[in-house]
């Protein structure tokens, strides 16, 4: 028998020094107290302009995407004669590759440095980047290649965007998000007024026009949002009860014991179709917001300024409906359950790209190379397309240089393909400016019920990875396609890829539930 030990007891080597039970309990009642010390009111106020600083950073990220999604084909077209419909599907996921490159590189540093750094760096980074987006008409040869590096470089400086993924505000800064979407159509919209030429500042060979205005102004605002991270943004990280603690995701001791509820393993099925879903959602909007102006200047004979002026105003419009749905599908989903709602989103989805299919038998306005001119008079083009939809009253400022217009004839499609009319464009866009909101706001949110209580970082990262892959791949594919092959395949791809994840959808429907329903510690209040 071993012999007793007098005064507190000695751990074996390696071990904690082990504790009596009045010491025990000392020792959880100071943890306790550490645990239950919320935050100061000033450390309150601090951290909540921190926030508001990061908001203005994703909505500046969101502009310098948005800004210029409307005017990258006929600027391209303008400097670089070269290049055609499949290489802008490369341009905008330039984007993208460079977010996806850079995320990473930024979290890790953010994770051993203040996140000051990462976010001032980034910033810089965008504002060189439409800086030099500026001045891709300058070399003689090769400009699109000048642009597709402006372009990821610019993506490449949104990559710090991704720090605030996790923050517990994650709904305002997709609001943020989406505000600055919609606003960067309108602001593009507007600098269309300068027109093509604009005004010309030949000591540093600056051209300020259409095109590069709404580049130059989000540069400058991106160093407006430089000079508040110096002014203002500060590091604080608190857990959900407003408790400060060392970092972000801390676990153990220091941060509470583990909570019963989170016991038990996700259902890594309902993971991978959920990132599966995400994927097709982003995938069928990129390739919405990637053909818009290709396809319309094909279809309807519009000037590169007219593109670019019609389709903003179209797109600030479906901004504004999505920003409406984000608002009310939070609460719908309440009462009629998210997979519902995500099922029927994608069903309006469907249904707007099968809309865009060519059904009529009058083609479009075909562009001849031997035409120097315009291909067809403008007049017939409008008569033909907008008998109701008012658009011929509409006069942009012009600078009289005549442009060649219609579907080029090097797309062989455009000989043997019906157009698509205005009617039915602006229809389909309503319609996927409704069900991309109801399907994005869906999917995030039985995402998180679906992880539960668990470290949902790892998990986050393959849903961004989804995101960023569906950015890169759907302007890709859709370009290349619609290059060679037409409208009619593009869409009926798209509407094929649609049908396949409402396939999948009801094969895991009973399986998409929050974590706490899956082990009975809560029943499931809607189906």
Known sequence: MAAAVSGPEVAAEGQEPLLSPGEEDEEEEEKE?????????????????????????????????????????????????????????WIIASYSIGQMVASPLFGFWSNYRPRREPLVVSTAISVAANCLYAYVHVPHSHNKYYMLTARALVGFGAGATSLTERTSAMANTSAC??????????????????GEEGITWKLVHLQLNMYTAPVLF???LGVTNIILIFAIFRDHRVDDMGRQCKSINFEGEETGVLDQDAEGNVDHVAVVAINFLFFVILFV????????????????SWTRKEA??????????????SVIVFMVVKTLSKKTGERAILHGGLLI????????????????????????????????????????WGLQAMQLPSNHTAEPVGCPVT??????????????????D?????????????????????????????????????????????????????????????????????VVSLLLLEIVYKRLIAFSVRYGRMQEENC
């Not at 998000?177 to 300068?194: E, N, R, S």
């Not at 479009?364 to 120097?372: C, G, M, T």
């Open 33 to 89: 107290e550490s645990r239950d010390v919320v935050e100061t009111q000033e450390h309150y106020k601090s951290r909540w302009r921190s926030i508001w600083i990061m908001y203005l950073t994703m909505f500046l990220s969101s502009v310098g995407f948005s800004i210029v999604i409307m005017s990258v084909w006929p600027y391209l077209q303008k400097i670089d004669p070269t290049a055609d419909a499949s290489f802008l599907g």
């Open 177 to 194: 998000q989406a505000v600055g979407f919609i606003l960067g159509p309108v602001f593009q919209t507007c600098f269309t007024l300068i």
């Open 218 to 220: 989000g540069a400058l």
């Open 285 to 300: 909007f990129a390739v919405f917001e990637t053909i818009a102006t290709p396809l319309t200047m094909d279809m309807y």
């Open 308 to 321: 670019v002026f019609y389709n903003g105003i179209i797109l600030s419009v479906v901004g504004i409906e």
């Open 349 to 388: 989805v469907l249904v707007g790209f099968f809309i865009l299919l060519p059904w009529g038998k009058k083609l479009p306005n075909i562009q001849w190379q031997e035409i120097k001119n315009n291909s067809i008079p403008k007049t017939i083009s409008t008569e033909m397309l907008m008998p109701f």
């Open 411 to 428: 797309q062989s499609w455009c000989l043997n393909t019906p157009m698509i009319y205005l009617a039915q464009y602006i229809s389909s």
């Open 430 to 498: 309503i319609l996927i400016g409704l069900g991309y909101p109801v399907c994005n706001v869906m999917s995030y949110t039985l995402y998180s019920k679906i992880l539960g209580p668990k470290p949902q970082g790892v998990y986050m990262g393959w849903l961004t990875a989804s995101g960023s892959g569906a950015r890169i791949l759907g302007p890709v594919f859709v370009s290349q396609i619609y290059t060679h092959l037409g409208p009619r395949w593009a869409f009926s791809l798209i509407c094929g890829v649609v």
